[in-house]
């Protein structure tokens, strides 16, 4: 059996790496510096939102690029996501209990 081809160059790997690094520091940076300001404050659970609501955008792009044609991109979402309901509930609720934590949510 042939292996599959890899239209994602290594460029575009770093690129993707170096993308989420800066958007991970900038967030960071960002939400000190205007949680100090005299500024009318934000719920903090916002700018977590819109985070992750980019992290997905970026992802998303990610795996478009990375499966070349509409076709292969729904075909992934498919296999990956909606094929293994276990495997995405165990990442979902870990992570969602992690940055729970992590930000101070209320439990309940």
């Given at each position: 059996?042939?292996?599959?081809?890899?239209?994602?160059?290594?460029?575009?790997?770093?690129?993707?790496?170096a993308?989420?690094?800066?958007?991970?520091?900038?967030?960071?940076?960002?939400?000190?510096?205007?949680?100090?300001?005299?500024?009318?404050?934000?719920?903090?659970?916002?700018?977590?939102c819109?985070?992750?609501?980019?992290?997905?955008?970026?992802?998303?792009?990610?795996?478009?690029?990375?499966?070349?044609?509409?076709?292969?991109?729904?075909?992934?979402?498919?296999?990956?996501?909606?094929?293994?309901?276990?495997?995405?509930?165990?990442?979902?609720?870990?992570?969602?209990?992690?940055?729970?934590?992590?930000?101070g949510?209320?439990?309940?």
């Amino acid at each position: 059996m042939a292996a599959p081809r890899d239209n994602v160059t290594l460029l575009f790997k770093l690129y993707c790496l170096a993308v989420m690094t800066l958007m991970a520091a900038v967030y960071t940076i960002a939400l000190r510096y205007t949680r100090t300001s005299d500024k009318e404050l934000y719920f903090s659970t916002t700018a977590v939102c819109i985070t992750e609501v980019i992290k997905l955008l970026l992802s998303v792009g990610i795996l478009a690029k990375e499966t070349g044609s509409l076709g292969r991109f729904k075909a992934s979402l498919r296999e990956n996501v909606l094929g293994s309901p276990k495997e995405l509930l165990k990442l979902s609720c870990i992570v969602s209990v992690c940055c729970s934590e992590q930000h101070g949510f209320p439990s309940s």
